[in-house]
């Protein structure tokens, strides 16, 4: 009895832990099986991989499950893997594909299929040990659980940081996938609805300017002449959508130039500065320009500013953008002025996006790019 009673607290939660094994791995096994079999089994018909990626998104849990027990009874503190990349909206076939290729489930289901001999054998040899061989039995449990530590880190644990940033890319990617077609939706609507129609307009004024050039010169000049106003305004149209895809400007003179012709538009002053000792890589330039022109834009809409500031500077390997304003304040990520699509935006490739904008004022944003060397420009492109 006293040799019992001196039995560490740890020690008996490790014969715990090994005489529970049985039971858990059964359950584990037979989940396995179960869904592997059925899934894969039906996966010529529709409700086959469906099955399928339901049972591994289920295998998580089971995970969820072996890691609780194991910091339980074990010790072994382990951090729960990153969620899936599941987004509101994405559809069936995004949630299918993301759930049949999920390293932390398939590696759960590893971890329950070879679990039941293990189970088997921990559970007999500790339950002998308990009755037959007490003397050794601390000796045997720590051997035992030593081998159920290991399982435990090897497969039920996240791939550190590389299977993180995995998960993170491929949400990223879908962001950066949504924001282009968007962008090309709005473009092809700007077309339709402005420059399109207006230069079909023109040329039916045309035609008709053209029939009565002999009958009546003095209206045909006159529809000519309205034509030719008409022309201008296409073209600024067509100028305004060349800007919103990427400006001359940008690509001619860089950052501080363009972001001025955006603040002189701006309906504050704004005090524009950029302190860059080289231009950074074009893609992280026309992301910083298209940044602070939403920003401006939020800026002149929903602020009451009477003025604004942008701050545009490098700072080891990081591009940092700044906007402030002397507004009321009260922006949020979630309320509708697009502040949570530039977030997504700058999350994309790998930048940072931070909001402080208490009531009253005053509203200051601060964004991350990572900086990426310009590259040369290669002598037949010029």
């Known amino acids: 009895m006293t040799a019992r009673m001196a ?3 740890q020690a008996w939660k490790e014969v715990a832990h090994l005489l529970t094994d049985f039971p858990m791995a059964l359950i584990g096994f037979i989940y396995v099986v179960l869904t592997v079999s059925v899934g894969v089994g039906l996966s010529v018909t529709v409700v086959g991989l469906p099955l399928l990626a339901a049972g591994l998104a289920g295998a998580r849990q089971l995970g969820r499950l072996e890691r609780a027990r194991a910091r339980a009874l074990l010790g072994v503190r382990i951090e729960e893997p990153s969620p ?14 993301t759930g049949l290729k999920d390293p932390v489930a398939w590696r759960t289901m590893l971890y329950g299929f070879i679990r039941l001999p293990w189970g088997i054998l921990t559970f007999a040899v500790t339950l002998v040990a308990v009755v037959v061989l007490w003397p050794v039995l601390g000796y045997i449990t720590r051997g035992l659980t030593t081998v159920d530590r290991a399982l435990v880190r090897s497969l039920l644990a996240p791939s550190d940081e590389l299977e993180r940033r995995v998960t993170e890319l491929e949400s990223d990617r879908s962001v950066v996938i949504d924001t282009a077609a968007a962008d090309l939706r709005r473009i092809e609507r700007d077309l339709h ?18 029939e009565k050039l002999l009958e009546d010169p003095e209206a045909a000049a006159a529809m000519v002449d309205e034509a030719h106003g008409e022309v201008k305004l296409a073209l600024q149209e067509l100028r305004d959508l060349a800007r919103g895809i990427h400006p001359a400007v940008l690509t ?6 363009a972001l001025s012709a955006v603040a002189s538009r701006c309906t504050v002053p704004v005090r524009v500065t950029v302190d860059l000792p080289e231009r950074p890589a074009e893609a992280m330039e026309g992301i910083a320009y298209f940044t602070v022109s939403e920003l401006l834009q939020n800026v002149s809409k929903h602020s009451r500013a009477r003025a604004a500031a942008v701050d545009v500077w490098r700072s080891d390997d990081r591009l940092l953008i700044q906007v402030t304003d002397d507004g009321q304040g009260g922006a949020r990520l979630d309320g509708g002025t697009g502040m949570a699509g530039l977030a997504e935006r700058l999350g994309a490739v790998d930048g940072l996006f931070v909001l402080d904008s ?3 004022g005053p509203t200051t944003v601060t964004a991350e790019l990572p900086w990426r060397r310009r590259e040369a ?6």
Do not use: E, N, Y
């Open 193 to 210: 609805d402005g420059a399109q129609a207006r230069l079909v307009a023109l040329a039916m004024s045309l035609g008709l300017a053209k």
């Open 252 to 257: 001619d003179r860089g950052l501080d130039a």
């Open 84 to 97: 899936l990349p599941h987004r509101l909206g994405a559809g069936f076939f995004p949630w299918l594909w």
């Open 377 to 382: 420009a290669h002598p037949a492109a010029r």
């Open 358 to 360: 208490p009531a009253g």
């Open 7 to 9: 039995f560490g607290r």
